[in-house]
């Protein structure tokens, strides 16, 4: 789709027949794995299962069910439509911006979105809100933030931008989650958002962390570097004029400075008035 790519790039995985595989790929085909295996643990009854694997910041922050804080996203209930929409922003965006910031970096920008509002739940547990949360849809769309980032100008839908259809999708499940009262999910919505401006922003040099800063306050000045061939400030004019004099039979006296210009005219100056003197 884009044809502008990282030189960091490592390429996809692998290849089934034509068709590359990405690290978004094997991504994307672990969540229909975990679909499957939802639905038939739904269908048996074992729902105790799924909500040990659900995140619960009550579970986390008591029990030290930290596993929660990855598992959540695995847990994909009806409607399934939804998530078949998801998949579509992992795979397609997912790829690109696989191919742009190169495999390492699309798989920090991965666990950044899957842990950043987990631990931001538990935080808020300790505050008195207690959430519980399952599903990757908040974490796939950061993904297709990203992408919107690094591309807004793109042309996706009938010719629209990028940038305008993450603002419109941003809006709409905003307005919805107010309606229902949803605020765990709009907070973890806007946290995946703000993790993946900062994300990719970093990686496009935007802003950059400076801790180096405070320890250079201590740090002694650099001594002044003496300029060669710079004409003495204060003193006897003549007693520099050597150097000068080398210069100009090396050089030609077109390479003097203004500063050795003026310090030959004060030789020259104190020259003529030793002769008169004599």
Not at 85 to 108: M, N, P
Request: hydrophobic share 50%; charged share 15%; with cysteine.
């Amino acid at each position: 789709m884009i044809a502008q790519r990282s030189p960091d790039n490592n390429g996809p995985l692998t290849w089934l027949g034509n068709f590359p595989v990405y690290v978004s790929t094997v991504v994307a085909g672990l969540h229909g794995v975990a679909l499957i295996l939802s639905a038939l643990a739904m269908a048996a009854g074992s729902e105790a299962l799924l909500q040990s694997l659900m995140f619960s910041s009550d579970s986390v922050s008591r029990d030290a069910s930290l596993w929660q804080l990855f598992t959540y996203a695995f847990i994909h209930t009806p409607p399934y439509w939804v998530f078949l929409f998801e998949l579509y922003l992992l795979v397609v965006f997912g790829r690109e911006i696989e191919s742009y910031l190169g495999r390492s970096a699309f798989i920090k920008l991965y666990l950044i979105l899957l842990l950043a509002p987990s631990l931001f739940l538990t935080l808020c547990d300790f505050i008195g809100w207690r959430t519980i949360y399952d599903g990757s849809s908040a974490l796939h769309f950061g993904v297709f933030v990203g992408f919107a980032l690094i591309y807004p100008t793109a042309e996706i839908f009938f010719t629209i931008q990028a940038k305008w259809i993450a603002l419109a999708l941003l809006s709409i499940n905003s307005l919805q989650c107010l309606a229902l009262s949803d605020y765990q999910s709009l907070a973890v919505l806007v946290v995946d958002c703000v993790s993946a401006c900062l994300f990719i922003g970093f990686q496009q040099g935007r802003f950059r962390f400076r801790l180096h800063q405070r320890s250079q306050k201590n740090q002694p000045l650099p001594r002044p570097v003496a300029r060669p061939n710079a004409a003495p400030a204060r003193g006897d004019a003549l007693d520099a004029i050597d150097p000068i004099l080398e210069k100009i039979s090396r050089h030609g006296i077109d390479s003097l400075t203004p500063g050795e210009r003026e310090h030959l005219e004060k030789a020259r100056a104190q020259l003529i008035a030793k002769d008169g003197g004599s």
